[in-house]
């Protein structure tokens, strides 16, 4: 029915047109913004003195946390200051804003701001914040069976830990924002945010503002990935305190050197688990204790914990589960929402899990997952969710079968006999991945549909087109509600002028849930065009409101119900829409959408925490260089069920470019930091994200029909988040390479538990395959594997 249309900014992107905050031409007296921020992971401020930056030409303020009304923000907890007030809690964290007129004097002035610490002990790792109970939130729990018991009575057991370290967003457009004064005490914010509505909030508390008095803009985003669901905020609110203090526009853009060190990352994760099974490798029970890094501020980390725990099961039924999740107050950067939102975290424990189960058994990591995978009898989460219309053992049944698995399995283990230096691994993995925010009066959104006298029509959402194509999407729905070309259709500029109490365009949903609400008004306005449509069709022309309603020489048409013929009885839209204005027929609508079926309770951990789930399977074949410990992805199939797509081109965008970000999380993107916790890695030389080179060398995308979604608008499927946790099989490969390596010597390493963190660098990698060559070497929080083997 619609057509994979290009992305709506594609063509002014690749000819440089496309306008990103910073590319707003300056207004007159326009400000730029800097920051002084703290050199220190933990610190008493004893002074801040800006005399030597005013004294700068052309430096025009220096702000600090006594020009903040209201000093507090955070996304869910109020926890942390917008500008430093008594002590410092993370290197990066901020504590002056300098605005200046030019660059120069910027830079100046942001130097010339004397501030004196006084260094306090800091928690700088997740161990460090255990041994302190140094926690934010309370412990969360989500539990079906009896698991010791369950433990007690499997025929064996196994244990092991996992570490996951963050990951930056990396982002090609970094944090920005402008604020322009308007009339008088209003400010107009353009920001680079996922949740203009929040933006609008933290900006209006910390000016002292009504939320009437602020408007905040997002006209697109260069990439977000979820670092600018809360994030942006900030950001916002001090280029508004710069305008609300000089009545100047103020601009403030972060480097990338600056935006890395500043703002937070993916979670780090520590995980302990112990798992019962039988000889045949079917999953009887899994205990896990989840602990995450949430550096200074609670920001997101707790509802991001809450995710990782309601993915701990992932594609498998376990019988009896327990998964509990802490989440760790450290001295570092607040850590924050990325792609995924905990979930990567809770299938990378499960998918190590099935791969250990295999090994110990004898058996394919595949068959073990074939046979844990949720089936009809076994189709209940552990919070107590049916999984409906589940699609996994055909996505697995038709994976292995297309993508040759057997036979490349063979060859695999023939390859590596004969050239153990170069072991490929091979690992097919799977996700089910929950299409809702967890929370529920999150699942909610608003739209305006306004058709104008032309027939062309404006949409505006809460949605935040961040390269996802959420606009192109919702386009194609309206113009398909519409029965018109999507050519006659605009999506706007997000703006909380238009759409106010609107939630953060995350959790994947962003076309659900507004494409949903623009439908809801599109479908009014459809109704009461056809009404009108009906009435004229017995009219003769003359008397049709474009001949007569400037004079009055007929009666306006009595419209009563909207009619249930939704056709326009052959009236061209643009005619029709004419013809309403002039007989006062609004064709202007609101729309409001609320995800039905929620239930899930956060105090019982039970309930329809998802409207439903996006499922996938991915295998990938890599080549570990066992002298470099490099590795290279050969081969990956990978396939979806994405329902009924809207668009199938931005579909495949979402699948192939959220797997290869996937990878760069397991395998290359590193983040050093100092002794003190300062991030040493923050620039691309440095980080090393994905390049066309890392790119699978055979990437093959598939999807299957899938007509059974009928819980989503139009049988669709999120995309949005979930293809990145499919790269998972590309950690889980490398660790079958490294296994395939060990079994082939004679030492005890066979039969340990394969120990690789995410992500698997090179130097892991290496550790991994020769544990002993770096028996005594310091590894800052790598806590090796225990095999705990046949019970006695
Ligand atoms: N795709 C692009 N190009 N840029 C992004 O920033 N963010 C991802 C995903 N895909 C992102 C992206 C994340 S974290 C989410 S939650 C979804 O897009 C949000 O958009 P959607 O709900 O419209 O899918
Ligand atoms: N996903 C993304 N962002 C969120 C969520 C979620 O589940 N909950 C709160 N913010
Ligand atoms: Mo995406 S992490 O939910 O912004």
Same mark, same amino acid.
């Given at each position: 029915?619609?057509?994979?249309?290009?992305?709506?900014?594609?063509?002014?992107?690749?000819?440089?047109?496309?306008?990103?905050?910073?590319?707003?031409?300056?207004?007159?007296?326009?400000?730029?913004?800097?920051?002084?921020?703290?050199?220190?992971?933990?610190?008493?401020?004893?002074?801040?003195?800006?005399?030597?930056?005013?004294?700068?030409?052309?430096? %025009?303020?220096?702000?600090?946390?006594?020009?903040?009304?209201?000093?507090?923000?955070?996304?869910?907890?109020?926890?942390?200051?917008?500008?430093?007030?008594? +002590?410092?809690?993370?290197?990066?964290?901020?504590?002056?804003?300098?605005?200046?007129?030019?660059?120069?004097?910027?830079?100046?002035?942001?130097?010339?701001?004397?501030?004196?610490?006084?260094?306090?002990?800091?928690?700088?790792?997740?161990?460090?914040?255990?041994?302190?109970?140094?926690?934010?939130?309370?412990?969360?729990?989500?539990?079906?069976?009896?698991?010791?018991?369950?433990?007690?009575?499997?025929?064996?057991?196994?244990?092991?830990?996992?570490?996951?370290?963050?990951?930056?967003?990396?982002?090609?457009?970094?944090?920005?924002?402008?604020?322009?004064?308007?009339?008088?005490?209003?400010?107009?914010?353009?920001?680079?945010?996922?949740?203009?509505?929040?933006?609008?909030?933290?900006?209006?508390?910390?000016?002292?503002?009504?939320?009437?008095?602020?408007?905040?803009?997002?006209?697109?985003?260069?990439?977000?990935?979820?670092?600018?669901?809360?994030?942006?905020?900030?950001?916002?609110?001090?280029?508004?305190?710069?305008?609300?203090?000089?009545?100047?526009?103020?601009?403030?853009?972060?480097?990338?050197?600056?935006?890395?060190?500043?703002?937070?990352?993916?979670?780090?994760?520590?995980?302990?688990?112990?798992?019962?099974?039988?000889?045949?490798?079917?999953?009887? &029970?899994?205990?896990?204790?989840?602990?995450?890094?949430?550096?200074?501020?609670?920001?997101?980390?707790?509802?991001?914990?809450?995710?990782?725990?309601?993915?701990?099961?992932? %594609?498998?039924?376990?019988?009896?589960?327990?998964?509990?999740?802490?989440?760790?107050?450290? *001295?570092?950067?607040?850590?924050?929402?990325?792609?995924?939102?905990?979930?990567?975290?809770?299938?990378?424990?499960?998918?190590?899990?099935? +791969?250990?189960?295999?090994?110990?058994?004898?058996?394919?990591?595949?068959?073990?997952?074939?046979?844990?995978?949720?089936?009809?009898?076994?189709?209940?989460?552990?919070?107590?969710?049916?999984?409906?219309?589940?699609?996994?053992?055909?996505?697995?049944?038709?994976?292995?079968?297309?993508?040759?698995?057997?036979?490349?399995?063979?060859?695999?283990?023939?390859?590596? %006999?004969?050239?153990?230096?170069?072991?490929?691994?091979?690992?097919?993995?799977?996700?089910?991945?929950?299409?809702?925010?967890?929370?529920?009066?999150?699942?909610?959104?608003?739209?305006?549909?306004?058709?104008?006298?032309?027939?062309?029509?404006?949409?505006?959402?809460?949605?935040?087109?961040?390269?996802?194509?959420?606009?192109?999407?919702?386009?194609?729905?309206?113009?398909?509600?519409?029965?018109?070309?999507?050519?006659?259709?605009?999506?706007?500029?997000?703006?909380?002028?238009?759409?106010?109490?609107?939630?953060?365009?995350?959790?994947?949903?962003?076309? =659900?849930? *507004?494409?949903?609400?623009?439908?809801?008004?599109?479908?009014?306005?459809?109704?009461?065009?056809?009404?009108?449509?009906?009435?004229?069709? =017995?009219?003769?022309?003359?008397?049709?409101?474009?001949?007569?309603?400037?004079?009055?020489?007929?009666?306006?048409?009595? &419209?009563?119900?909207?009619?249930?013929?939704?056709?326009?009885?052959?009236?061209?839209?643009?005619?029709?829409?004419?013809?309403?204005?002039?007989?006062?027929?609004?064709?202007?609508?609101?729309?409001?959408?609320?995800?039905?079926?929620?239930?899930?309770?956060?105090?019982?951990?039970?309930?329809?925490?998802?409207?439903?789930?996006?499922?996938? &399977? %991915?295998?990938?074949?890599?080549? &570990?260089?066992?002298?470099?410990?490099?590795?290279?992805?050969?081969?990956?199939?990978?396939?979806?069920?994405?329902?009924?797509?809207?668009?199938?081109?931005?579909?495949?965008?979402?699948?192939?470019?959220?797997?290869?970000?996937?990878?760069?999380?397991?395998?290359?993107?590193?983040?050093?930091?100092?002794?003190?916790?300062?991030?040493?890695?923050?620039?691309?030389?440095?980080?090393?994200?994905?390049?066309?080179?890392?790119?699978?060398?055979?990437?093959?995308?598939?999807?299957?029909?899938?007509?059974?979604?009928?819980?989503?608008?139009?049988?669709?499927?999120?995309?949005?988040?979930?293809?990145?946790?499919?790269?998972?099989?590309?950690?889980?490969?490398?660790?079958?390479?490294?296994?395939?390596?060990?079994?082939?010597?004679?030492?005890?390493?066979?039969?340990?538990?394969?120990?690789?963190?995410?992500?698997?660098?090179?130097?892991?990698?290496?550790?991994?395959?020769?544990?002993?060559?770096?028996?005594?070497?310091?590894?800052?929080?790598?806590?090796?594997?225990?095999?705990?083997?046949?019970?006695?």
């Amino acid at each position: 029915m619609t057509r994979d249309t290009p992305h709506e900014s594609a063509r002014s992107h690749v000819r440089g047109r496309s306008e990103f905050v910073d590319d707003r031409p300056p207004l007159r007296g326009e400000l730029l913004c800097g920051l002084v921020v703290s050199p220190h992971a933990r610190a008493r401020i004893v002074a801040v003195d800006g005399t030597g930056a005013l004294a700068i030409p052309g430096v %025009a303020c220096v702000l600090t946390a006594a020009d903040v009304h209201h000093n507090r923000w955070g996304p869910i907890i109020e926890d942390q200051p917008l500008l430093a007030d008594g +002590e410092v809690h993370y290197v990066g964290e901020t504590v002056a804003i300098v605005a200046a007129a030019s660059r120069d004097a910027l830079v100046r002035g942001v130097r010339a701001v004397v501030v004196e610490y006084e260094a306090l002990p800091a928690i700088l790792s997740i161990d460090a914040a255990v041994a302190a109970a140094s926690f934010i939130g309370v412990e969360r729990t989500i539990a079906r069976g009896d698991v010791e018991d369950a433990l007690a009575r499997s025929p064996r057991t196994l244990q092991g830990r996992l570490t996951i370290d963050g990951a930056d967003h990396f982002y090609l457009e970094n944090q920005a924002a402008i604020a322009y004064p308007c009339d008088g005490p209003q400010i107009e914010v353009h920001s680079s945010t996922q949740h203009p509505t929040e933006t609008q909030h933290v900006v209006a508390h910390a000016c002292g503002l009504g939320a009437r008095d602020v408007v905040c803009v997002a006209r697109r985003l260069g990439g977000a990935f979820g670092g600018k669901e809360s994030q942006a905020s900030p950001i916002a609110a001090y280029a508004a305190l710069v305008t609300k203090a000089t009545g100047r526009a103020a601009r403030l853009v972060l480097s990338k050197d600056q935006d890395m060190i500043i703002t937070g990352k993916r979670n780090p994760f520590q995980i302990g688990w112990r798992c019962g099974f039988d000889d045949d490798g079917m999953l009887r &029970v899994v205990d896990a204790q989840l602990h995450s890094d949430g550096g200074a501020y609670a920001d997101l980390s707790t509802a991001i914990m809450e995710r990782a725990l309601a993915h701990c099961d992932n %594609a498998y039924f376990v019988p009896a589960m327990r998964v509990r999740g802490r989440v760790c107050r450290t *001295n570092v950067h607040p850590h924050t929402a990325f792609r995924g939102f905990g979930g990567p975290k809770g299938v990378a424990m499960i998918e190590s899990i099935i +791969e250990a189960v295999a090994d110990a058994t004898g058996r394919d990591s595949l068959d073990v997952r074939r046979a844990n995978c949720y089936r009809p009898g076994h189709d209940t989460t552990h919070y107590e969710q049916v999984v409906e219309n589940n699609c996994l053992p055909e996505l697995f049944e038709r994976l292995e079968a297309s993508c040759e698995y057997r036979a490349r399995r063979e060859e695999i283990r023939r390859a590596n %006999a004969q050239r153990p230096e170069r072991a490929r691994g091979l690992s097919l993995t799977a996700v089910k991945f929950g299409i809702s925010f967890t929370t529920r009066f999150m699942n909610q959104a608003n739209a305006l549909v306004n058709v104008h006298a032309d027939g062309s029509v404006q949409v505006s959402t809460g949605a935040v087109e961040m390269g996802q194509g959420v606009n192109t999407r919702i386009a194609a729905l309206v113009a398909e509600e519409l029965s018109i070309p999507q050519e006659s259709v605009r999506v706007m500029p997000t703006s909380t002028e238009k759409n106010a109490n609107t939630a953060p365009t995350a959790a994947s949903v962003g076309t =659900d849930v *507004n494409g949903a609400a623009a439908l809801d008004a599109a479908r009014r306005i459809r109704a009461r065009m056809s009404a009108l449509a009906v009435r004229l069709n =017995d009219l003769p022309r003359e008397q049709w409101p474009s001949k007569c309603a400037g004079v009055g020489s007929a009666p306006e048409i009595e &419209v009563a119900a909207p009619s249930a013929d939704l056709s326009y009885c052959g009236i061209p839209f643009a005619k029709l829409a004419f013809e309403c204005i002039r007989n006062r027929v609004s064709i202007c609508e609101y729309g409001h959408f609320r995800t039905p079926g929620l239930s899930f309770n956060k105090l019982t951990g039970r309930g329809r925490a998802f409207r439903y789930f996006t499922q996938g &399977v %991915a295998c990938s074949e890599v080549e &570990v260089d066992t002298l470099t410990g490099e590795v290279k992805v050969r081969r990956v199939d990978l396939l979806m069920d994405i329902g009924q797509p809207i668009n199938r081109a931005l579909d495949l965008g979402q699948i192939y470019g959220g797997f290869v970000q996937g990878m760069g999380w397991v395998t290359t993107e590193h983040l050093v930091y100092d002794s003190g916790a300062k991030l040493l890695s923050h620039s691309p030389s440095t980080y090393k994200i994905p390049n066309i080179q890392d790119t699978p060398r055979r990437f093959r995308v598939d999807t299957i029909d899938n007509n059974g979604n009928t819980a989503n608008l139009r049988g669709t499927k999120a995309t949005g988040e979930p293809p990145l946790l499919l790269a998972i099989s590309v950690w889980t490969a490398i660790r079958d390479a490294v296994q395939s390596v060990r079994s082939l010597g004679d030492g005890d390493g066979a039969s340990a538990i394969v120990d690789l963190p995410i992500p698997a660098t090179a130097e892991r990698v290496l550790r991994a395959l020769s544990p002993d060559a770096f028996w005594g070497v310091e590894h800052s929080g790598e806590v090796p594997s225990r095999h705990l083997g046949k019970k006695r």
